[in-house]
């Protein structure tokens, strides 16, 4: 597809050469839009739409678009307020049974009729016990009573309050029709052979662009814009020329950014600078060959230099994370065990370990944070003598990596850089690390049985106090296995014209059926 240049795009002509020259490998965007199409950036393209499957950013960004929840969240920044979304009623009756009625005016495509409780239970049961990556969100799921068409009980196996949060407004929480998926043979990909929501899925052009438009059939609150674009864009620096050159309405921007468009914002913008949900860290494999040695992995603790990673990376923007529970939060560890570098230290480990000429190779995504990160990374370790070999990885082989599904290679990965959107409860983002997710998403091998059962004991603790403690425990054990370097939680940064009214989800990513015109 050729450029469609807009003739009326007055601030095209301020990027200039500039922008000619970071745009001129990308001939994909479409520049012409009117003011019913909503224009936002991905910085990747989709994967695998269906929830039992969800990879990707634009993996659960559409199916907030083309499916429903039972509830959906708000803005991040306003409380990440829970309200009923599919669900016309919906309330606990007891600590372990959620009563739920359907709107009755909610239909599916290509012809399968109404939504009905089946569905959600379909849904909800068919991820349960599962080899997907979001089973735990259906962990404490006893089963999925049907009442009538419209009606259900959601019955847990033990009192848990944050399911509501964890597994119904995203990811394995959209509904899907039975039906439709039991006729695609149980699963699908990119195609979705039934849509319900406020948009539907009307074009997909690999690498460039994802088209939704208006649901004809829609009987809920109608959304603000007639279409949604998505330009798939993975570079920071050409994203902002491309909204500066009036190509979209939204996109993320990269942390370096954020004093220059502090001081100068592009004409009719707002800046989002708020704490995100997303966190960072060092992946170190403990059943690589040169990694076995716990000296080694604690010698790589202390010779990483945080301090460089948040300033050269972050700009400053935000600070240190002592683990994976977000800090500020009434569950955050309050610090590391490992809370300052010590060069001589490392040095002393790795001798006493025998090891000299330690090379390894880091693995990390191509956006510029990663990929700041990883060098800051590789000279940090480089002062002890270890020289790091940096291995910028796409999005869809990174996600491979560690996933045992692809083969035995994931044994063998020896540093990772990785970033994951958190979620509200704090078992979002340590369910992670559990000793059944080596070769899903645990790709330090980290295999603890203490870890285990107090995540168990977490997810059902009803005292905050007691639950603090059993988290911060968590985080201790992860950090002195020498599996893991906390980074930081991620500083949220977004541009967008002042003309639109963005929301915000929990992960960072936005919520198109939920942005309205200002």
Not at 173 to 201: D, M, N, R
Not at 350 to 356: Q, R, T
Not at 453 to 459: F, V
């Amino acid at each position: 597809m050729g450029l469609n240049w807009s003739t009326d795009r007055r601030t095209l002509l301020k990027a200039g050469g500039a922008l000619f020259a970071g745009l001129a490998a990308r001939p994909h965007f479409a520049w012409a839009a009117d003011g019913d199409t909503l224009r936002l950036r991905a910085t990747a393209d989709l994967q695998v739409l269906d929830p039992k499957g969800i990879i990707g950013e634009l993996d659960d960004i559409i199916p907030r678009c083309t499916q429903v929840t039972l509830v959906r969240l708000g803005d991040m920044r306003d409380g990440n307020k829970i309200t009923p979304y599919a669900a016309k009623t919906f309330e606990w009756k007891d600590p372990k049974t959620i009563a739920f009625t359907l709107h009755d005016n909610l239909t599916w495509t290509n012809g399968f009729g109404p939504v009905t409780a089946e569905d959600v239970k379909f849904s909800f049961e068919r991820i349960k016990g599962s080899d997907s990556a979001w089973a735990y969100q259906f962990e404490k799921l006893d089963n999925v009573e049907v009442i009538d068409q419209r009606s259900g009980l959601i019955h847990l196996k033990e009192p848990f309050k944050p399911f509501v949060y964890i597994s119904l407004p995203y990811y394995g929480g959209h509904i899907v029709c039975k039906a439709a998926v039991e006729k695609a043979g149980g699963s699908y990909t990119t195609e979705i052979p039934a849509q319900c929501g406020p948009y539907l899925l009307d074009k997909w052009e690999q690498n460039q662009k994802v088209t939704l438009v208006a649901n004809p059939d829609w009987k809920g609150e109608k959304p603000a814009f007639s279409k949604v674009e998505y330009f798939i864009v993975t570079d920071d620096q050409t994203a902002l020329l491309a909204y500066e050159a009036d190509s979209f309405d939204y996109t993320r921007v990269a942390m370096s950014a954020a004093k220059a468009l502090k001081a100068s914002l592009p004409k009719n913008s707002s800046l989002i600078e708020a704490q995100s949900t997303r966190y960072v860290w060092l992946t170190i494999n403990m059943n690589a060959e040169k990694l076995k040695d716990p000296r080694v992995r604690q010698a790589i603790q202390y010779a990483y230099d945080g301090d460089a990673v948040l300033q050269g990376s972050y700009d400053g923007l935000t600070g240190r994370s002592a683990g994976v529970v977000q800090p500020g939060t009434q569950f955050a560890r309050e610090k590391n065990k490992i809370a300052t570098r010590d060069i001589e230290k490392a040095k002393a480990l790795l001798a006493e370990a025998g090891v000299s000429a330690l090379e390894l190779n880091l693995y990390c995504l191509t956006d510029s944070v990663s990929q700041s990160t990883a060098q800051i990374i590789q000279s940090s370790l480089g002062e002890v003598g270890i020289t790091v070999n940096i291995q910028p990885t796409e999005d869809a082989a990174y996600w491979a990596l560690g996933d045992k599904t692809q083969g035995d290679g994931y044994k063998n990965i020896e540093l990772v850089l990785m970033n994951f959107a958190g979620g509200i409860d704090p078992t979002e983002n340590l369910v992670w690390f559990r000793p059944d997710q080596i070769g899903v998403y645990n790709w330090s091998f980290f295999d603890s049985k203490e870890f285990e059962e107090l995540y168990q004991k977490g997810l059902v603790e009803q005292d905050d106090a007691k639950r603090k403690e059993i988290f911060n425990r968590m985080e201790d054990l992860m950090e002195d296995s020498g599996g893991f370097i906390f980074v930081c939680f991620e500083p949220f940064l977004a541009i967008y014209r002042s003309d639109i009214k963005p929301v915000i989800l929990a992960d960072g990513h936005p919520d198109p059926t939920q942005f309205t015109k200002a």
